[in-house]
């Protein structure tokens, strides 16, 4: 099982809209709205490295209104 916790920037006003969009995502357990430097922190699972890699890169990344992720990977 792989774990990690992702940091999201996005454009000013569009946190609401884009949790919606995340909380779609089978692999993502939580979303959280936060105020700084982040916007949104998203806590996912996957099974392995690569699957984190695509969920990552695939699916989250290319959502409109993201403008920078940060990953945090969580060792088991």
Same mark, same amino acid.
């Given at each position: @099982? =792989?774990?990690?916790?992702?940091?999201?920037?996005? #454009?000013? +006003?569009? =946190?609401? =809209?884009? %949790?919606?969009?995340?909380?779609?995502?089978?692999? &993502?357990?939580?979303? @959280? !709205? $936060?105020? +700084?430097?982040?916007? &949104? /922190? /998203?806590?996912?699972? $996957? #099974?392995?490295?690569?699957? @984190?890699?695509?969920? !990552? $890169?695939?699916?989250?990344?290319?959502? #409109?209104? &993201?403008?920078?992720?940060?990953?945090?990977? /969580? %060792?088991?």
């Amino acid at each position: @099982m =792989e774990q990690a916790y992702i940091l999201l920037s996005c #454009e000013i +006003g569009k =946190e609401q =809209e884009l %949790t919606s969009q995340l909380r779609t995502i089978n692999e &993502i357990k939580n979303v @959280m !709205i $936060t105020y +700084g430097e982040y916007d &949104i /922190v /998203v806590k996912a699972e $996957t #099974e392995n490295p690569e699957k @984190m890699d695509n969920l !990552i $890169t695939s699916k989250i990344r290319k959502l #409109e209104k &993201i403008r920078s992720t940060i990953t945090l990977r /969580v %060792t088991l």
